[in-house]
């Protein structure tokens, strides 16, 4: 079963259940960034990333200039281990992880959580690459992805138990649009995918096909 498969499911399966009155308030928000998000401009193909150096799940320093040392990164930004479809993505690149590093390449993942927070999504998803915390949403606002809750969302949010100041440690209600950069050694973005509906995520098996391309070039 692909991602977008286990999303769908996912999502049928969630709205068979859920209030249509919240599903309604969560859908007008998807569709109020969606008008505003045009005017961004978040990091794209052919631009250089943006470095940073993040904490990991269990409080070491990840810097991503380091990884493209030793080559190519996938990064992907996500909501927090909060948010279900979150979930399925990063299990999703946990069962490609070895083709990821059979290519050379490594895996990061971004969220605004706290290091106790990303310990416990590693650890419900069995991940075995870096989880990293973006407290405050400094990477995320660099690659021009993060955004802020509007006040029902918020609102809703704090009833179903996800206050985002609780996960993240902070006092804001940013979150990152979610997002999968393929980014090879000298810094150069060669895949960027970015969707402010936060139900669609990059297929994994599209940043590997990134990675192979690119390094078809480099034999070349």
């Given at each position: 079963?692909?991602?977008k498969?286990?999303?769908?499911?996912?999502?049928?399966?969630f709205?068979?259940?859920?209030p249509?009155?919240?599903?309604?308030?969560?859908?007008?928000?998807?569709?109020?960034l969606?008008?505003?998000f045009?005017?961004?401009?978040?990091?794209?193909a052919?631009?250089?990333?943006p470095?940073?150096?993040?904490?990991?799940?269990?409080?070491e320093?990840?810097?991503?200039?380091?990884?493209l040392?030793?080559?190519?990164?996938?990064?992907?930004?996500?909501r927090?281990g909060?948010?279900?479809?979150?979930?399925?993505?990063?299990?999703?690149?946990?069962?490609?992880l070895?083709?990821?590093?059979?290519?050379?390449?490594?895996?990061?993942?971004?969220?605004?959580?706290?290091?106790?927070?990303?310990?416990?999504t590693v650890?419900?998803n069995?991940?075995?690459?870096?989880?990293?915390s973006?407290?405050g949403?400094?990477?995320?606002?660099?690659?021009?992805?993060?955004?802020?809750?509007?006040?029902?969302l918020?609102?809703?949010?704090?009833?179903?138990?996800?206050?985002?100041?609780e996960?993240?440690?902070?006092e804001?209600w940013?979150?990152?649009?979610?997002?999968?950069?393929?980014?090879v050694p000298?810094?150069?973005?060669?895949?960027?995918?970015?969707d402010v509906?936060?139900?669609?995520r990059?297929?994994p098996?599209d940043?590997?096909?990134?990675?192979?391309?690119?390094?078809?070039?480099?034999?070349?």
């Amino acid at each position: 079963m692909n991602l977008k498969t286990a999303l769908d499911n996912f999502r049928a399966e969630f709205l068979e259940k859920f209030p249509a009155e919240k599903a309604a308030i969560m859908q007008q928000a998807t569709d109020a960034l969606a008008e505003k998000f045009p005017t961004r401009q978040p990091i794209q193909a052919g631009d250089q990333a943006p470095d940073f150096t993040l904490t990991n799940a269990v409080g070491e320093t990840v810097r991503l200039g380091d990884r493209l040392s030793q080559g190519a990164v996938i990064l992907t930004f996500y909501r927090g281990g909060w948010c279900p479809y979150c979930n399925l993505e990063l299990r999703a690149y946990q069962q490609v992880l070895p083709k990821i590093r059979e290519l050379g390449a490594s895996l990061i993942a971004i969220s605004p959580q706290t290091p106790d927070a990303s310990l416990t999504t590693v650890e419900k998803n069995n991940l075995e690459f870096d989880v990293l915390s973006d407290v405050g949403s400094q990477v995320a606002q660099a690659y021009g992805i993060a955004f802020e809750l509007p006040d029902d969302l918020r609102q809703l949010y704090t009833e179903l138990g996800h206050s985002l100041p609780e996960n993240n440690g902070t006092e804001d209600w940013q979150l990152p649009v979610p997002a999968t950069f393929v980014i090879v050694p000298d810094g150069q973005v060669v895949l960027a995918h970015v969707d402010v509906d936060y139900r669609q995520r990059l297929e994994p098996a599209d940043a590997i096909a990134a990675l192979l391309q690119m390094s078809q070039k480099v034999v070349v």
